[in-house]
């Protein structure tokens, strides 16, 4: 992929207004060159960048892990085995068809259900076998675990004040107004930056969709 | 528009009363980009209201352990440049002992571990001198009311196996006890059918020493001559009480 291609906008079908605030923060026009640069040192085995990938990542993929599989010593061991592979198959990243995230929450999918079918059971303790035959038994179960991580994930990308705003509302249930009361903010600033950070979260989902 | 901005959040999250949404609706019929807005965020709006707690919450992963291939050797010590790279450890302590003190420390290690094996024998000891009695849990496929009891003779090389509550094994299934240890390596003990009461008993010898292992695994196994797991287990066990 050239420069030119990763910085072209995405297509935008959304509101003027929303054209020129994506225009207007060049810092959030970058992650497609970041994230480029990341790829670029992965396939130079530069070992830094996966501490950094694991900055990025482990915290998502561990939590999906962990839900998936039920058992921490085994979501630990996949975590493990997860970014293994990221580091030993980096020449099969393709960023034509789909980003970092969803590359690594791919690769974290597939070794969570090859955990799951594997034939041989895993030596874990009764209590926490017998937990784990309640936790997600299909692929759609699966698919949508990742797909509430993968949202995690671009949480984690906005920026903090935006992330805070929606992080009180929805994780902590507070309103616009409880949470202009909470941290001292105009109500309007409030709402204002609820829009900003739906939409550039809206934006992160279509771009990690590849539209 | 600002004011309609705004008012976007407070109609997406339901804040607004009966006739300001109503306002806003009217709005958002006369205005497409408005609705186009709208829309667009109003699945992501759901989406974060479902999004559960531990996704907010989500917890701190272990530390990355990175492949062989990927740690580098310290730069203060050049001499291991031209070693391979080795997957990064945790060094402990190296312990040195002198002589005398170290004579009185195996006199007290033995006392302690012969102290330790009493108490790990007489805790559970069955009726068999050096018994030890292992409590078996339904696992997985098990059905409720299943468990069982292995009592590893005190030579450690034999068991007695008492399960009840299990399916009766029919014609083409049986039953087989493993020792599993923390990789994923197992051995299977022996074989047995289950009746239709549901429960057995039977001696098996163990030709491993069990502590090496895990947990005891009951599995049920088709007879297809497959030696290998069936990956149904039963019940399940620690080896040591």
């Known amino acids: 992929m050239t420069d030119a291609t990763t910085l072209a906008p995405a297509p935008w079908t959304g509101a003027p207004n929303c054209v020129k605030m994506q225009r207007s923060m060049p810092a959030e026009a970058t992650p497609n060159r970041e994230e480029d640069r990341l790829v670029a040192r992965l396939r130079d085995r530069d070992p830094e960048v996966l501490h950094e990938l694991y900055d990025r990542f482990g915290r998502t993929t561990f939590g999906f892990l962990l839900k998936t599989l039920r058992d921490r010593g085994a979501a630990e061991d996949v975590q493990q085995q997860v970014f293994l592979e990221v580091w030993r198959r980096s020449d099969s990243f393709d960023s034509e068809r789909g980003r970092l995230l969803t590359w690594v929450m791919t690769i974290a999918r597939s070794r969570a259900i090859d955990h799951m079918r594997r034939r041989v059971p895993e030596p874990i303790d009764p209590e926490v076998a017998a937990r784990s035959a309640e936790g997600p038994s299909g692929a759609g179960e699966i698919e949508a675990l990742a797909d509430q991580w993968r949202m995690r994930a671009l949480l984690d990308r906005l920026p903090t004040a935006q992330a805070q705003l929606l992080r009180l509302r929805f994780h902590a249930g507070f309103s616009q107004s409880e949470i202009a009361e909470r941290e001292g903010i105009p109500l309007g600033t409030v709402k204002t930056r609820m829009v900003s950070g739906l939409r550039r979260l809206r934006e992160m989902i279509e771009e990690e969709n590849g539209r | 528009m600002s004011e309609t901005r705004d008012q976007i959040s407070s109609y997406l999250l339901g804040e607004l009363d009966a006739g300001e949404a109503a306002a806003f609706e009217r709005q958002v019929e006369a205005d497409p980009r408005l609705r186009e807005e709208v829309e667009r965020l109003r699945p992501l709006v759901a989406r974060l209201e479902q999004l559960p707690a531990e996704v907010w919450e989500a917890p701190q992963p272990p530390p990355l352990v990175l492949p062989e291939d990927a740690a580098r050797p310290a730069p203060t010590q ?97 039953y087989e006890l493993w020792l599993l240890d923390e990789d994923g390596r197992m051995i299977g003990l022996g074989a047995f059918r289950v009746g239709a009461d549901g429960r057995a008993e039977v001696e098996l010898p163990i030709p491993v020493t069990p502590s090496r292992y895990r947990y005891f695994d009951l599995s049920l196994q088709e007879d297809n001559g497959d030696p290998a797991h069936s990956g149904v287990s039963v019940l399940r066990g620690p080896t040591s009480s």
């Open chain 2, 78 to 174: 050049p001499e291991d440049a031209a070693r391979p790279a080795r997957r990064r450890r945790l060094r402990l302590p190296t312990l040195t002992l002198r002589p005398l003190p170290a004579a009185g420390l195996v006199v007290v290690l033995l006392a302690v571990g012969v102290a330790g094996g009493l108490l790990i024998g007489g805790g559970s000891a069955g009726p068999e001198t050096g018994a030890t009695d292992l409590v078996l849990n339904r696992i997985d496929h098990g059905p409720s009311g299943a468990h069982g009891d292995v009592l590893v003779a005190g030579d450690r090389q034999h068991a007695r196996v008492d399960v009840s509550g299990l399916d009766p094994s029919g014609s083409g299934r049986f």
